[in-house]
């Protein structure tokens, strides 16, 4: 397969041996060659589950002292927590599996990291290779089937050839823009004898990811920065992987536009910060989708104008130039014409922009954005983000966030998995501090918050880790409780119950005529029978007892702090806290599927009044 460049992200050295100077030969197997690999490309804590063809590699893991092995429960959470390890610690996720089903059960988190430029390496077993392709037990081309999913997918033939490949696997998902890498190997491969010798020589024709702006690009988007009446700063997750949120807030503040970070990027910018307008989007803060609807130029800063930011793009944005930064020359151009494409490092990106905006002003140019401000202030003042309590007196869930949020200890790292509860912990928890906010914006995958928050917790023991979680998508991967308690991983996971997939009711209530077909997950009274009698199944406490977690139920908003503080304090099991919320709340604001930003609605029937157009 071709290896291409995709978004944005940092640029990391080539992987170089744990001690000077080329190690001497040493005769193994192939597992043996693989994990002595694992060790010198820095790889301290594998996900996995062993089976019958990666069996092998599983021995000689059981004497490393440098590779620590986490038993999951299921591939997916494997994946999933080999993800949030990469995204919480900034180095290499790893994930292992056995072949066939054991391989396919990966390619949802593949696919998620790809989606989401997450730094991830695969590895898989695969049945010997005389019987590839003859459909034998547990056979699945899991590298066909990853190949539209991944940076680049490796089938290893020569057990010799293993070091090269793990060196080469890590450094390509690493580096330019990252993403996943998986690495196949035949069971016969890694029983076979081989020499390790570390480093192995790694040639990668082709693949030479571009760093460096060209000066001449970045000097035209100073120009128009300070020429610009309406400039947006329009920062995506690429600022993040690129660990360049040093360098955004000096241009932020030296030019003194307005910044607007998507879901993927929060946290890039601080959010108390007032330059900040919001989350743009779907559900975005009606400032920021505003801002960049009104904008005369957008400067997207590893970014990708994802049709959840950009709404109908035929209707997006339609005064502004655009200014496109990314490390993937293929994200620019793709969705929207670039006036001025720069394709790099978002920290190289930023950093050149800086000098070459000083440089404008001090040849007189600075841009003039005072009634820009004004009307950005104005918006929001009038619109700013909120909710209702609900009048039978039970939890709103957008308060649990937000308290569970104020409450955490500094440096607290938040997962979430896909839905209502993911939008309010975007909405209501602030995030000031980059890699304190992980969840899975691309693909939107139900039941990543739990194993996404047991991998940062391995990768950051010492902070605390909170899962938001819905009880829809808790019901996907809840089992990863188990692999906390006994691995001494003790995750804090809020389930915000409100007996429905939230946001698809949401759909059904605004959309379908309030016809709720399959969106009750509880076998209590809901729309569909509301005389049900008994109580919710399944009892996330007793179900989370079982799993050898400390578990609490909250229903009334006088025990919200009080139980959020018991979760708090309990730091040597897993912590479930089932929080029993009204099932009527919506996230709002909201811009419908298929509709113009134009359209956002505050509130339900509540359409913002901008007046008219500015003029261009």
Not at 66 to 83: D, F, P, Y
Not at 329 to 336: D, L, Q, S, Y
Request: with cysteine; net charge negative.
């Amino acid at each position: 397969m071709p290896m291409t460049e995709q978004a944005t992200g940092a640029h990391h050295p080539q992987p170089r041996p744990r001690s000077g100077g080329q190690s001497a030969p040493e005769h193994v197997t192939g597992a043996q060659s693989l994990i002595r690999s694992l060790e010198e490309v820095g790889a301290d804590t594998v996900f996995g589950i062993p089976g019958g063809t990666i069996l092998p590699a599983y021995d000689p893991m059981m004497d490393s002292r440098r590779v620590r092995h986490v038993l999951v429960r299921h591939e997916q959470g494997a994946g999933h927590a080999a993800t949030g390890y990469a995204q919480a610690t900034g180095k290499v996720g790893v994930c292992m599996a056995t072949s066939g089903p054991g391989a396919t059960n990966l390619v949802t988190p593949i696919a998620d990291a790809n989606m989401d430029s997450v730094p991830l390496v695969a590895i898989t077993g695969q049945v010997v290779s005389q019987s590839i392709g003859t459909d034998a037990f547990q056979e699945a081309d899991i590298v066909g089937i990853t190949m539209p999913i991944t940076k680049h997918s490796f089938l290893v033939t020569k057990a010799e050839d293993i070091p090269k490949v793990i060196a080469q696997a890590f450094h390509i998902a690493s580096t330019g823009r990252p993403g996943p890498v998986l690495v196949d190997i035949p069971k016969d491969i890694l029983q076979a004898k081989t020499v390790f010798q570390w480093p192995p020589v790694t040639d990668l024709p082709g693949y030479r990811p571009v760093t460096k702006p060209h000066a001449k690009q970045i000097r035209e988007a100073a120009k128009l920065i300070t020429q610009a009446r309406r400039p947006v700063l329009y920062v995506g997750g690429g600022v993040l992987k690129a660990k360049a949120t040093a360098e955004l807030k000096v241009l932020a503040e030296l030019t003194g536009a307005p910044v607007t970070t998507t879901l993927m990027a929060l946290g890039a910018f601080p959010d108390s910060h007032p330059l900040h307008v919001g989350m743009p989007g779907m559900h975005g803060s009606v400032t920021a989708v505003t801002a960049l609807q009104k904008a005369d130029l957008i400067v997207a800063l590893g970014a990708r104008f994802d049709d959840r930011v950009t709404g109908r793009l035929d209707s997006f944005a339609p005064h502004a130039k655009v200014v496109h930064a990314d490390i993937d020359p293929a994200e620019i151009g793709k969705n929207r014409t670039a006036d001025v494409p720069i394709v790099g490092d978002a920290r190289e990106v930023i950093a050149d922009l800086v000098l070459a905006v000083q440089k404008e002003h001090a040849d007189g140019h600075v841009g003039d954005y005072g009634a820009w401000w004004k009307d950005l202030s104005r918006w929001r003042e009038t619109y700013p983000l909120g909710y209702d309590q609900p009048q039978d007196g039970s939890l709103s869930p957008q308060q649990v966030i937000e308290r569970i949020g104020q409450l955490a200890p500094e440096g607290t790292v938040f997962t979430a998995g896909v839905g209502q509860h993911q939008m309010w912990a975007a909405h209501f928890i602030a995030y000031d501090k980059p890699a304190t906010w992980l969840n899975s914006g691309g693909a939107g995958t139900m039941g990543y918050a739990v194993p996404a928050a047991m991998g940062a917790k391995a990768g950051v023991p010492d902070r605390t880790v909170w899962a938001i979680d819905g009880d829809g998508c808790f019901q996907m991967t809840n089992q990863e409780l188990t692999t906390c308690a006994l691995n001494n991983i003790p995750i804090k996971v809020a389930v915000i119950n409100n007996g429905a997939l939230g946001m698809v009711r949401q759909w059904q209530t605004l959309f379908y005529n309030q016809r709720y077909s399959n969106t009750v997950l509880h076998s209590g009274p809901n729309d569909v029978n509301p005389d049900a009698r008994g109580t919710r199944v399944p009892d996330f406490v007793k179900l989370a007892e079982a799993m050898g977690c400390h578990a609490i139920r909250c229903e009334d908003p006088a025990d919200l702090d009080k139980v959020i503080e018991e979760a708090n304090s309990i730091n040597d099991r897993p912590v479930v806290v089932d929080f029993i919320v009204h099932q009527d709340a919506m996230v709002w604001p909201m811009v419908a599927a298929g509709t113009s930003n134009d359209e956002i609605m505050a509130a339900r029937d509540v359409r913002p009044d901008f007046g008219d157009n500015e003029d261009d």
